[in-house]
């Protein structure tokens, strides 16, 4: 069964910094590309950031470059977004997911909280 | 960026009847296009990836169509359920955006 176990969420304040992780299990990590979608309360579903199985590449929204840096460990099957300089419009629900084989989300994380406020 | 417009935003039915969401983009997307469905407090569910095909394990009630720039996911006997809200999705190129949603009620 493929799995997706969120942490790293929480308060943060504005200008702080936060990492995301995702571990996941189930499936052969490093076949797999995988993404960030962020959710602002009450608001529609916004992509983040996506990254190659390799981890070779990389893509991000011009909402969060240059702030936000997506990673992977798989060794670890453990896929993560630092997250800085955050801003108060960045609390959201943040989701990660995997692809299928056609890029899409197919397996979702439960989801993790960040509220960026002072 | 490719923006997807999504008609209409809310969509009254009841259980039993044809529901039809629309999903416009502002160029095309070929058939590079998902729908998902979220539930309140629940991550999105894939239901419908390039266009036309089911995702595993969803109903043979809920298909898709369309090419190009014009999108429709149509679930057909709604059961309680399938109340939720729906968003549309391209990967034709980077960001890949996601529609801003169609209630179902």
């Known amino acids: 069964e493929v799995q997706l176990l969120q942490s790293g969420g929480g308060l943060v304040q504005p200008g702080g910094s936060l990492r995301l992780s995702c571990t996941a299990s189930?499936?052969?990590?490093?076949?797999?590309?995988m993404s960030w979608v962020r959710q602002d309360p009450g608001k529609g579903l916004q992509w983040v950031s996506s990254?190659?199985?390799?981890?070779?590449?990389?893509y991000y929204a011009d909402s969060v470059k240059g702030r936000f840096t997506i990673s992977r460990d798989n060794s670890k099957n453990t896929l993560y977004l630092e997250m800085n300089s955050l801003r108060a419009e960045d609390t959201a629900v943040f989701y990660c997911?995997?692809?299928?084989?056609?890029?899409?989300?197919?397996?979702w994380g439960q989801g993790t909280l960040v509220t960026v406020s002072s | 960026e490719i923006v997807l417009t999504q008609s209409p935003a809310t969509l009254s039915l009841s259980p039993g009847e044809r529901a039809t969401l629309s999903c416009r983009a502002s160029q095309s997307v070929s058939n590079y296009l998902a729908w998902y469905q979220q539930k309140p407090g629940q991550a999105p569910r894939l239901l419908i990836y390039d266009a036309s095909n089911r995702a595993t394990g969803i109903p043979a009630r809920f298909s898709g169509s369309g090419s190009g720039t014009d999108f429709t996911l149509t679930i057909s006997g709604l059961e309680p359920e399938d109340f939720a809200v729906y968003y549309c999705q391209h990967r034709r190129n980077w960001p890949n955006t996601f529609g801003q949603g169609t209630r179902l009620e």
């Open positions: 997911a995997r692809h299928t084989s056609e890029s899409f989300f197919v397996y």
């Open positions: 189930g499936f052969t990590f490093i076949n797999y590309g």
């Open positions: 990254i190659s199985g390799s981890g070779a590449t990389t």
